[in-house]
């Protein structure tokens, strides 16, 4: 397993849950659903979807940013059981199984992530201390969780833990799939270091104060992430690249500030801006980050990535979504509710079908110098 790349394999794991976890809209009526859809949905959208392609994304990176050992036999194993087992439990009505397992996944990448940094010659990256936050957010989210604290479990672990990682990973991203160099990333003063890592505390703890009821804090997090935008991404910088990725990368920073804006102004439908965060952030910088990561460690040229149609189509219906979610939650009849859901649901339906269809197969071929899932390497796109 050394020379399987972990990406190849929790991709796929990742993509198998976005489907399942909006397909349950579509069967909620269904008598053999023994919990509720929204219940259903949750789990498997933000512990299945997006921790898949987390866990994919920190297994490949972590080694080749420390020049750490690679994922070993028994480290794809425990992360893939306890997907397995969030996989089996999250259709029932009891959550304690499904952030139990959840639980022992995060304190894997716990264990994974320090034991490569602690024996790492190289210097961190300057966002691991938000890697480091984020794990800690998504492991007491989950107890949170377990306990029946479910306000709480949200703002620590669906909203928290993958707002840091955006956050902080976005340094490096947005330069990446903008065109942009980075400035900050690169910076020896001191002083812009301590303040990002202050900046991650601060994040981490309104977020805290946000799930105790403190209408304030979602305030304040609006404020941080202007701060991380124009300071530590530096969003205001004209790029020259045209791709469909730039101006995902510009949708997901204008995403973050609005949506604790909005439920600030308008607490009653907070549940509702937050789905501007999951799906027209936390989704679409799944899907951008997942693509650069697939192209660059499969050997494919990046150029797919500037030319590729197909990324257009997954942007546009993402962002469909996300503005067609928001039909759902503004209006109270319950023939529109339904339908402004289905419509929703199709959006991102379409949008990771078109991206299985062009990436699945990059992600399954392995280079010639090691073993290949695939009998012949794709077509270039």
Same mark, same amino acid.
């Given at each position: 397993m050394k020379n399987v790349d972990p990406y190849r394999v929790f991709f796929p794991i990742g993509l198998l849950n976005a489907f399942l976890a909006v397909g349950v809209w579509f069967l909620r009526d269904l008598p053999w659903l023994s919990a509720p859809a929204l219940f259903?949905?949750?789990?498997?959208?933000?512990?299945?979807?997006?921790?898949?392609?987390?866990?994919?994304?920190?297994?490949?990176?972590?080694?080749?940013?420390?020049?750490?050992?690679?994922?070993?036999?028994?480290?794809?194993?425990?992360? /893939?059981?306890?997907?397995? !087992?969030? $996989?089996?439990?999250?259709? +029932? &009505?009891?959550? %304690?199984? *499904?952030? @139990?397992?959840?639980?022992?996944?995060?304190?894997?990448?716990?264990?994974?992530?320090?034991?490569?940094?602690?024996?790492?010659?190289?210097?961190?990256?300057?966002?691991?201390?938000?890697?480091?936050?984020?794990?800690?957010?998504?492991?007491?989210?989950?107890?949170?969780?377990?306990?029946?604290?479910?306000?709480?479990?949200?703002? /620590?672990?669906?909203?928290? !833990?993958? $707002?840091?990682?955006?956050? +902080? &990973?976005?340094? %490096?991203? *947005?330069? @990446?799939?903008?065109?942009?160099?980075?400035?900050?990333?690169?910076?020896?003063?001191?002083?812009?270091?301590?303040?990002?890592?202050?900046?991650?505390?601060?994040?981490?703890?309104?977020?805290?104060?946000?799930?105790?009821?403190?209408?304030?804090?979602?305030?304040?997090?609006?404020?941080?992430?202007?701060?991380?935008?124009?300071?530590?991404?530096?969003?205001?910088?004209?790029?020259?690249?045209?791709t469909a990725l730039r101006y995902a990368m510009t949708t997901v920073a204008t995403m973050i500030p609005m949506s604790f804006a909005l439920s600030w102004l308008l607490p009653q439908q907070f549940l509702t801006w937050l789905h501007l965060l999951f799906i027209g952030c936390f989704g679409l910088i799944t899907f951008s980050v997942a693509t650069r990561v697939t192209l660059s460690h499969g050997a494919f040229p990046v150029d797919i990535e500037m030319k590729s149609k197909a990324l257009w189509w997954v942007v546009g219906c993402i962002v469909l979504a996300a503005l067609t979610r928001l039909g759902y939650g503004i209006t109270t009849d319950a023939w529109w509710q339904k339908s402004w859901m289905h419509t929703a649901a199709g959006f991102w339906v379409a949008a990771a079908t078109i991206w299985t269809v062009v990436f699945l197969k990059k992600i399954l071929y392995l280079n010639k110098a090691q073993p290949t899932f695939l009998a012949k390497p794709p077509a270039k796109q």
């Open positions: 259903i949905h949750g789990k498997l959208i933000a512990g299945g979807f997006l921790w898949a392609f987390i866990t994919g994304f920190l297994m490949t990176a972590v080694p080749k940013m420390t020049g750490a050992s690679p994922a070993s036999r028994i480290e794809f194993l425990i992360p /893939l059981g306890a997907m397995a !087992a969030m $996989l089996a439990t999250a259709w +029932g &009505i009891d959550p %304690r199984p *499904f952030y @139990f397992s959840h639980l022992l996944l995060v304190l894997f990448l716990i264990s994974f992530v320090a034991r490569r940094h602690i024996t790492s010659n190289r210097p961190a990256p300057i966002f691991f201390s938000h890697i480091g936050l984020a794990l800690l957010l998504a492991a007491a989210g989950d107890v949170y969780h377990a306990q029946g604290y479910s306000s709480m479990g949200v703002m /620590l672990l669906q909203v928290g !833990a993958v $707002l840091l990682l955006v956050l +902080g &990973i976005g340094t %490096r991203f *947005f330069s @990446f799939l903008t065109g942009i160099p980075s400035i900050f990333e690169s910076t020896t003063q001191k002083l812009p270091r301590y303040a990002f890592h202050t900046c991650g505390v601060l994040v981490a703890g309104s977020l805290w104060l946000a799930g105790e009821g403190y209408l304030w804090a979602y305030a304040v997090l609006s404020i941080l992430a202007l701060v991380y935008l124009f300071v530590f991404w530096k969003v205001q910088r004209k790029s020259e690249r045209h």
